[in-house]
């Protein structure tokens, strides 16, 4: 059986060395009989899964002491409703960046809950620049400030991260987490769903401050409240264990690997590789703004989408598989995230100058 070079979005690849230590542990983890699908939450050998993968992701990111980690299920998706339930406070108000797909999603749940203030929005550029830094006003008074550091769809990625002053700022990290260091300090809470950079689908990582925690509005369900899930350590109910184990030997992947800068410095150079390939062409396009790029997510348009379906049969056969752009930008997408290995996108800039060769 091949492996191909999966340069899907989403749920994405994983380390190969991640998935063949999940097949030797899984029907016994480390002689307990059992696999670590099957085991109780609360039992000794959960907790010794659970407590290290807190560890290993608190040491990559040196996340400062005075923040949660949460273990939760729900997808980024329901963190749009759980940051504003929980911090918004009562007929309060969040300031919020408009700078595409993903943000826009945010925005229109937070209005749900409180009054939501736009304080950038780039859509007028079809989403592909960003606000410089510093050029934002942020309202004094609002409860958080908002916003998407990487839009998956777009390709868009901030590379600073907005000084917001006292206001907490919130990320939705879903797609850039772990891709670089971060100043976590910087931030109120950091959310992110696993299936691009950390782990399989069903797992969702909050990094909370604790001073944002207990601040939930009156009648927000149990289960949406942060003090529940920080107070319990992620087991108030049961969390997707089976997520949680797979990131934490993802952790322990990227410590090996030599931790944050050493993938800052491989990610930035794959993402290279593609941009040079793209902008060395008349055949390949990518119209975001060059200092916005994002590092992980890839899209590019052919100069003759009749050639799309030829594009993805001949990358497909080659083994690059799921190029296929968002259904609402078309053309391709490469998504590069920590998995996908130099070699792989190597591959991939061959075989668009091979086809450009044959077609351009
Ligand atoms: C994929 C993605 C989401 C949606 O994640 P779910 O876990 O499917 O809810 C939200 N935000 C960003 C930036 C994403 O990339």
Redesign the pocket.
């Known amino acids: 059986m091949a492996r191909v070079f999966n340069f899907s979005a989403?749920p994405a690849a994983l380390p190969e060395t991640v998935l063949e230590r999940a097949r030797e542990d899984l029907l016994d983890w480390h002689g307990a009989g059992m696999s670590v699908m099957e085991m109780s939450h609360r039992g000794k050998e959960f907790m010794s899964i659970a407590q290290q993968a807190e560890a290993d992701l608190r040491e990559l990111m040196a996340i400062p002491d005075n923040y949660k980690v949460l273990f939760l299920q729900g997808?980024?998706?329901l963190q749009f409703a759980m940051v504003p339930l929980n911090l918004i406070g009562q007929g309060g108000k969040a300031d919020y960046y408009l700078t595409g797909a993903?943000s826009k999603k945010a925005i229109a749940e937070a209005k749900r809950f409180g009054e939501v203030n736009i304080v950038a929005d780039t859509s007028d550029s079809k989403f592909t620049t960003l606000p410089a830094e510093g050029s934002v006003p942020f309202g004094p008074d609002a409860a958080y400030v908002h916003y998407?550091p990487?839009e998956?769809i777009q390709g868009v990625e901030f590379h600073y991260v907005p000084d917001t002053g006292e206001v907490p700022l919130v990320a939705?990290m879903?797609?850039t987490i772990l891709s670089r260091p971060l100043d976590v300090s910087k931030f109120g809470l950091i959310y992110a769903?696993a299936?691009?950079n950390i782990g399989p689908a069903g797992l969702?990582l909050v990094i909370v401050r604790e001073d944002l925690i207990g601040k939930a509005a009156e009648g927000v369900p149990v289960m949406l409240n942060y003090a529940t899930h920080a107070e319990n350590d992620s087991m108030y109910n049961t969390p997707p264990t089976y997520g949680w184990y797979l990131a934490g030997l993802v952790f322990q992947w990227l410590k090996e690997q030599g931790g944050l800068d050493r993938m800052a410095e491989i990610n930035q150079r794959k993402a290279a590789l593609l941009y040079d390939v793209i902008d060395n062409s008349d055949f390949y396009n990518n119209p975001v703004e060059t200092a916005y790029r994002s590092w992980m997510n890839v899209p590019f348009i052919l100069e003759h989408p009749d050639l799309d379906a030829k594009f993805l049969e001949e990358a497909a056969a080659a083994g690059l598989k799921t190029l296929k752009g968002h259904r609402s930008i078309g053309g391709m997408r490469a998504s590069i995230y920590n998995a996908m290995s130099e070699e792989g996108v190597k591959a991939l800039v061959d075989f668009m100058s091979e086809f450009e060769r044959k077609y351009g």
């Open positions: 989403g997808g980024a998706s993903w998407t990487n998956t939705d879903s797609s769903g299936q691009k969702t």
